[in-house]
Nanobody
Framework: QVQLVETGGGLVQAGGSLRLSCAAS????????MGWFRQAPGKERFFVAD????????YYTDSVKGRFTISRDNAKNTVYLQMNSLKPEDTAVYYC????????????????????WGQGTQVTVSS
């Protein structure tokens, strides 16, 4: 089992940047695929980006391609989401998630494809 804690959220103006971090505790962090999802008020939780166990493969939802970058440091048990050129529509609670399978799915993931979740961190982008 793994415990996940997100940090780095906050309030930023449109066009600005934020870097989210997700620290994992527990065993075998380097075996997990890691993902970021987000949930706006009154909406479902949607996929943002994920990264495979080694960091060699990544995948992004179309709306964040070219603006967000996911990375991981297995020595620090941490996954990151660098968010640039932020837009008001990026406003949401951002959740970190871990998947036992280690590799990316062959489809854009849904929340049910992930096994463990953090508590979330709020990102607010003002216009």
């Amino acid at each position: 089992q793994v415990q996940l804690v997100e940090t780095g959220g906050g309030l930023v103006q449109a066009g600005g940047s934020l870097r989210l971090s997700c620290a994992a505790s527990g065993r075998s962090f380097s075996n997990y695929a890691m993902g970021w999802f987000r949930q706006a008020p009154g909406k479902e939780r949607f996929f943002v980006a994920d990264i495979n166990w080694s960091g060699g493969n990544t995948y992004y939802t179309d709306s964040v391609k070219g603006r967000f970058t996911i990375s991981r440091d297995n020595a620090k048990n941490t996954v990151y989401l660098q968010m640039n050129s932020l837009k008001p529509e990026d406003t949401a609670v951002y959740y970190c998630a871990a998947a036992l399978r280690g590799d990316l799915t062959a489809w854009e993931p849904e929340p049910r494809d992930y096994d463990y979740w953090g508590q979330g961190t709020q990102v607010t982008v003002s216009s």
